[in-house]
């Protein structure tokens, strides 16, 4: 698995950051996300936050910048299982030290205004 250092795609100003205007809800929740359709990867992960444009989570696996990706977020909110369809962009990969989980920013092809405003109850 190559190793992935706060990277940046060109243009990620352009892409995720210059919408902040889509305020984030840092939801610190774990939760499942399973990779492509047609032969899936479900693999556990940690959001941290999202927004209406944008999600991002720390997993076992890597993407590469600017990679499209389409993916399920799945994670409890009290007795209810959410489940998000999203696609988008990696914009950016992080990765502290070669043991850390890696941290994955996408920014979200279209709105998504489906995506929770506040903290969700856990």
């Known amino acids: ?14 892409l995720f950051t210059a919408h902040r205007s889509a305020a984030r809800a840092f939801i610190r929740l774990p939760a499942w996300i399973t990779v492509g359709l047609a032969r899936s990867q479900e693999h556990v992960a940690f959001v941290r936050d999202i927004s209406p444009r944008g ?3 720390y997993s076992d696996f ?8 389409e993916f399920v977020v799945e994670y409890l ?5 959410i489940r998000l369809h999203l696609a988008g962009h990696v914009v950016r990969v992080e990765r502290a030290t070669p043991t850390s989980a890696i941290g994955i920013a996408v ?10 405003r ?5």
């Open 1 to 14: 698995m190559p190793e992935y250092t706060n990277q940046s795609v060109p243009g990620e100003h352009s």
């Open 55 to 57: 999600i991002f989570f």
């Open 62 to 69: 890597c993407l590469n910048g600017g990679q499209y990706i």
């Open 77 to 81: 909110k009290g007795n209810n299982r």
């Open 107 to 116: 920014a979200f092809d279209s709105l998504h205004e489906e995506v929770p």
């Open 118 to 122: 506040v903290r969700p109850e856990a």
